[in-house]
């Protein structure tokens, strides 16, 4: 399968918010609500942030959300703090027990 | 506390084998679905394979298929990703990753710290 496409880059000031895009096809992100998203900083191992579309582990704040809508998936960061500049990567379910990850997303606190 | 440990990562050249081994601790290891995910230096995240609770289905990347082998003793709660016929584009830092059930993963939840593999003459 294609990697689903994010942007490259968002950035925004503390305390602003920021929408991450994950577009995908009939066949991932369109076709299942099994859509994750996961933060990862430099050096470290990738952190579960929203599953099943609209999910938050317990752990992570309330201020990151996610949606979906048709074929594209959408993380919010709602009052953007410093520790939140990283890396953020989407991932669909897309048929027969397989998976995609989206192309990664830098996050810049300016 | 979940924690998964990877080791079995090095430097072996292209059309080598290699084994990666992932420690589990802190869970009911059996219950659940396990994944390997890969990312290339600087590169992006790619899902490279996937193994039942039970370990009787298996899962891959059309990237790896006929070359890499999931398996897992759950005697052991030790996760296993057989790697043979190794190309310079596999060179990655692996890493292991929870699934969400015995027969589902559907999201990645914890992740080892990774191991890398270098395939390079």
């Known amino acids: 399968q294609s990697a689903l496409t994010q942007p490259r880059s968002v950035s925004g000031s503390p305390g602003q918010s920021v929408t991450i895009s994950c577009t995908g096809t009939s066949s991932d992100v369109a076709g299942y609500n099994y859509v994750s998203w996961y933060q990862q900083h430099p050096g470290k191992a990738p952190k579960l942030m929203i599953y099943d579309v609209t999910e938050r582990p317990s752990g992570v704040p309330d201020r990151f959300s996610g949606s979906k809508s048709g074929n594209t998936a959408s993380l919010t960061i709602s009052g953007l703090q410093a520790e939140d500049e990283a890396d953020y990567y989407c991932c669909s379910y897309a048929g027969s027990y397989t998976y995609v990850f989206g192309t990664g997303t830098k996050v810049t606190v300016l | 506390e979940v924690q998964l440990l990877e080791s079995g990562g090095g430097l072996v050249q292209p059309g080598g084998s290699l084994r990666l081994s992932c420690a589990a601790s802190?869970?009911?290891?059996?219950?659940?679905?396990m994944t390997w995910v890969r990312q290339a230096p600087g590169k992006g995240l790619e899902w490279v394979s996937g193994?039942?609770?039970?370990?009787?289905?298996?899962y891959y990347a059309d990237s790896v298929k006929g070359r890499f082998s999931i398996s897992r003793d759950n005697s052991k709660n030790t996760l296993y990703l057989q790697m043979n016929s190794l190309r310079a584009e596999d060179t990655a830092v692996y890493y292991c990753?929870?699934?969400?059930?015995?027969?589902?993963?559907?999201?990645?939840?914890?992740w080892g710290q990774g191991t890398l593999v270098t395939v390079s003459s």
């Open positions: 802190g869970f009911t290891f059996s219950t659940y679905a």
């Open positions: 990753a929870k699934g969400r059930g015995t027969l589902t993963i559907n999201w990645f939840d914890p």
């Open positions: 193994i039942s609770g039970g370990g009787g289905n298996a």
